[in-house]
């Protein structure tokens, strides 16, 4: 799969979900994209998975993983996934900018209505989203969810993976962390108040 390919089938289900700025629901698309990953090859929903996950793989930042604890209000592992799956939901184009700044969050729509109090705190964050690859390829496995994570697994013995292109060690919550936010993400630490939740991750 390309990733002309892989973007379209994400702009798609957006479309399906029938998303806008106001009426942002991660989980809708997610759902989605389930149906329509659905509907391809095995092969194919492993092409889309492996994209995704180098999509995911680029949103692995320290200043992303600091917009995921402002703006949701909390970070974890599986809070920081859930996070980057909302932002590959956001479309090619808002992720394109995001990887590339990721205090332009600050900019887009969606996020003003977080922190407006129109949509939720965890708007962005989508766990349904981050495995509608496994649940396609369950769904076309007869329900066998073992089946996908032994593909996977395969695939990635015969593909190794490169190292993360970062230094940065995936946590976040080190001493310090919390006063670099104004410095590293200024936009976002303005329109957010500082979680007295703990940020270790």
Known sequence: MLVDDFWQI?????????????????????????????????????G???????ASRRLQQWELCAACFLISGHISDDTF?????????MGRAAFERIAEDPDS?????????????????????????QFASSRAYAHLS??????YWEATYARQEATPRPPRATDWDGRFGAAGDRDLLPVRVPQLAAMFPLPTSGAAH
């Open 10 to 46: 994400v702009e798609l289900s957006r479309s399906d979900a029938d998303i806008t700025d106001d009426r942002f629901d991660a989980d809708a698309i997610g759902a989605a994209l389930t149906e329509r990953l659905s509907a391809l090859s095995l092969e194919d929903i492993l």
């Open 48 to 54: 889309f998975d492996e994209l995704y996950f180098e």
């Open 81 to 89: 996934n859930d996070f980057k799956a909302g932002v590959i939901a």
């Open 105 to 129: 969050l600050a900019q887009h729509p969606i996020v003003a209505n977080i922190a407006a109090g129109r949509l939720k705190r965890t708007a962005l964050n989508s766990e349904r989203l």
């Open 142 to 147: 007869d329900g066998d969810d073992e089946a």
